[in-house]
């Protein structure tokens, strides 16, 4: 907790009122960098007004000065990429180990790349916990496209395929997929790239969002299912937008009950510790499927850090609670001062 109650900066998100009442005896100050995509998404003027009344301010990291030259901060938030950001975030964290990062460096990166991404979910084993989750098949393809289908045949892929490139990194062209029905269409594809089988999941995608210990579930419309007979009559190469970031959402849709139905809670929460455990994150978000036809086998496509939370229900509420735990936790674990 701030005790001095003393800002150097200038940029306060919020009004001229915030400004003033920060400078006197501020709770918490998340100090950000974001994009301004992110930021425009992230820090709507609802969730600041709610935030501020919590006693959360949100400061501005002025990007063309030293990091370590401005605070004072009880939380750094940032979603930005490069080895020069990473280098600036590493060294305050060195000199300001009482500051709470989100998240560290090396654990976001993991999260660029989608052969490591997946990786904690195959090694996972959730099978007593109401459900069974696992990852698609899949095949990385760094060089040479014209080796493709060779390398999808000897590795005993199905039909089709989904193709998404390998690196993560924040643009648009990292979230190109493509759908692969015939073996003759995938040389065309840009390696390098990742390939999944594609699961029928009845056309709906959950979206789960993790922010600490709070886990939210939001369906969203996905892919239709593939019969035997579409495949045997399609062929070529098709590009489809980023299906999980879709605008409409399917949770007020009358859907068949047996495809809606969310994963079971319990099967959430240990998956969710799991991930947090291993992956070192407190906020990101799991795209999961269900296997169409089952009830409980699931499967995670992909997980992204720090997503599109101003999507998220209630999301004011959640990310204010999870802040103000944050540094209460660390001021209990604070040693008590003997006088």
Same mark, same amino acid.
């Given at each position: 907790?701030?005790?001095?109650?003393? &800002?150097?900066?200038?940029?306060?998100?919020?009004?001229?009122?915030?400004?003033?009442?920060?400078?006197?005896?501020?709770?918490?100050?998340?100090?950000?960098?974001?994009?301004?995509?992110?930021?425009?998404?992230?820090?709507?003027?609802? +969730?600041?007004?709610?935030?501020?009344? #919590?006693? &959360?301010? +949100?400061?501005?990291?002025?990007?063309?000065?030293?990091?370590?030259?401005?605070?004072?901060?009880?939380?750094?938030?940032?979603?930005?990429?490069?080895?020069?950001?990473?280098?600036?975030?590493?060294?305050?964290?060195?000199?300001?180990?009482?500051?709470? /990062?989100?998240?560290?460096?090396?654990?976001?990166?993991?999260?660029?790349?989608?052969?490591?991404?997946?990786?904690?979910?195959?090694?996972?084993?959730?099978?007593?916990?109401?459900?069974?989750?696992?990852?698609?098949?899949?095949?990385?393809? *760094?060089?040479?496209?014209?080796?493709?289908?060779?390398?999808?045949?000897?590795?005993? =892929?199905?039909?089709?395929?989904?193709?998404?490139? $390998?690196?993560?990194?924040? *643009?648009?062209?990292?979230?190109?997929?493509?759908?692969?029905?015939?073996?003759?269409?995938?040389?065309?594809?840009?390696?390098? /790239?990742?390939?999944?089988?594609?699961?029928?999941?009845?056309?709906?995608?959950?979206?789960?969002?993790?922010?600490?210990?709070?886990?939210?579930?939001?369906?969203?419309?996905?892919?239709?299912? &593939?019969?035997?007979?579409?495949?045997?009559?399609?062929?070529? $190469?098709?590009?489809?937008?980023?299906?999980?970031?879709?605008?409409?959402?399917?949770?007020?849709?009358?859907?068949?009950?047996?495809?809606?139905?969310?994963?079971?809670?319990?099967?959430?929460?240990?998956?969710?510790?799991?991930?947090?455990?291993?992956?070192?994150?407190?906020?990101?978000?799991?795209? =999961?499927?269900?296997?169409?036809?089952?009830?409980?086998?699931?499967?995670?496509?992909? /997980?992204?850090? +720090?997503?599109?939370?101003?999507?998220?229900?209630?999301?004011?509420?959640?990310? *204010?609670?999870?802040?103000?735990?944050?540094?209460?936790?660390?001021? #209990?674990?604070?040693?008590?001062?003997?006088?």
């Amino acid at each position: 907790m701030r005790s001095n109650g003393e &800002i150097s900066h200038r940029h306060v998100e919020g009004d001229e009122e915030a400004e003033n009442e920060v400078c006197s005896s501020p709770k918490v100050v998340v100090g950000y960098a974001l994009t301004s995509k992110k930021k425009k998404s992230f820090l709507q003027p609802k +969730f600041l007004s709610f935030a501020r009344n #919590k006693g &959360i301010f +949100f400061v501005a990291i002025d990007l063309n000065k030293p990091l370590l030259e401005q605070g004072p901060f009880d939380v750094v938030l940032h979603k930005l990429s490069g080895k020069e950001w990473r280098e600036v975030i590493e060294e305050f964290r060195e000199k300001h180990p009482e500051v709470t /990062i989100l998240d560290p460096p090396e654990a976001i990166q993991r999260l660029h790349n989608r052969q490591s991404m997946l990786q904690d979910v195959a090694d996972l084993n959730l099978s007593d916990c109401y459900g069974k989750v696992g990852v698609p098949r899949q095949l990385v393809v *760094t060089k040479n496209p014209s080796t493709i289908p060779y390398e999808v045949t000897k590795a005993g =892929m199905k039909l089709p395929l989904v193709a998404k490139p $390998l690196v993560v990194d924040g *643009t648009a062209k990292s979230h190109e997929l493509f759908l692969a029905y015939d073996e003759f269409s995938l040389s065309e594809l840009e390696p390098p /790239i990742v390939l999944q089988e594609f699961v029928n999941h009845g056309g709906l995608l959950f979206k789960i969002y993790i922010v600490g210990e709070t886990i939210k579930v939001v369906r969203r419309f996905s892919l239709p299912n &593939i019969s035997e007979h579409e495949l045997s009559k399609v062929d070529g $190469l098709f590009r489809f937008p980023r299906v999980s970031c879709a605008a409409a959402s399917a949770d007020e849709a009358d859907l068949d009950p047996n495809i809606a139905e969310h994963p079971p809670r319990s099967l959430l929460e240990k998956l969710a510790g799991e991930l947090r455990l291993r992956l070192g994150l407190h906020l990101f978000n799991i795209d =999961m499927i269900r296997e169409h036809g089952t009830k409980d086998v699931f499967y995670v496509i992909d /997980i992204n850090y +720090f997503p599109g939370y101003g999507k998220m229900p209630d999301y004011e509420h959640v990310f *204010t609670d999870f802040l103000l735990s944050l540094v209460q936790n660390k001021f #209990k674990k604070k040693p008590a001062v003997a006088f």
